[in-house]
């Protein structure tokens, strides 16, 4: 038997959720661009610089292995700063998963899926509207048995003291 989550964690859990669908959408793209930048200089041998002394942006060759320190390059490594970015989003987003995943009471494998989200292409946007889906379908029918059960308890309160 899977465990619920308890009611008086159904606000946490919403707050959760909306962090949750901030931080996976930011992480989406990040590892999108991350994606883009691997295929640059993988693929095309070229990096991005910004602010260099010929250009406001320039694609430079990459530097051969071991000899970076004889090859200083002027100007703001875009490429590195997308990388250590969606690295420091990444933790963000795990933060996130762990704030939705602990109150909602799932098993670890799913937690495992939710990570997957920040490390392969285009998945975090599926998890994003498939959780925040399932989440608020899941809260609406217990914040609706609640209420209905609530009601009633009035109504049976109401009926004993007339």
């Given at each position: 038997?899977?465990?619920?989550?308890?009611?008086?964690?159904?606000?946490r859990?919403r707050?959760?959720?909306?962090?949750?669908?901030?931080?996976?959408?930011?992480?989406?793209?990040?590892?999108?661009?991350?994606?883009?930048?691997?295929?640059?200089?993988?693929?095309?041998d070229?990096?991005?610089?910004?602010?260099?002394?010929?250009?406001?942006?320039?694609?430079?060759?990459?530097?051969?292995?071991?000899?970076?320190?004889?090859?200083?390059?002027?100007?703001?490594?875009?490429?590195?700063?997308?990388?250590?970015?969606?690295g420091?989003?990444?933790?963000?987003?795990?933060?996130?998963?762990?704030?939705?995943?602990?109150?909602?009471?799932?098993?670890?494998?799913?937690?495992?899926?939710?990570?997957?989200?920040?490390?392969?292409?285009f998945?975090?946007?599926?998890?994003?509207?498939?959780?925040?889906?399932?989440?608020?379908?899941?809260?609406?029918?217990?914040?609706?048995?609640?209420?209905?059960?609530?009601?009633?308890?009035?109504?049976?309160?109401?009926?004993?003291?007339?």
């Amino acid at each position: 038997m899977q465990l619920q989550p308890k009611p008086e964690d159904y606000p946490r859990i919403r707050r959760a959720l909306s962090v949750y669908k901030v931080t996976s959408v930011i992480t989406g793209v990040m590892l999108l661009l991350l994606c883009a930048v691997m295929v640059m200089k993988y693929v095309f041998d070229v990096e991005l610089f910004l602010f260099t002394p010929n250009a406001v942006a320039e694609f430079l060759p990459i530097v051969p292995e071991g000899q970076e320190a004889e090859f200083a390059r002027p100007g703001f490594d875009l490429f590195k700063a997308i990388l250590i970015a969606h690295g420091w989003f990444y933790v963000v987003y795990l933060i996130a998963n762990f704030m939705l995943w602990s109150p909602m009471r799932w098993n670890f494998m799913r937690f495992l899926v939710l990570a997957l989200g920040g490390v392969i292409p285009f998945l975090s946007f599926f998890l994003e509207a498939r959780i925040a889906r399932e989440v608020n379908q899941f809260l609406d029918e217990k914040e609706a048995a609640l209420a209905a059960s609530a009601v009633a308890t009035d109504q049976d309160r109401q009926e004993g003291t007339a």
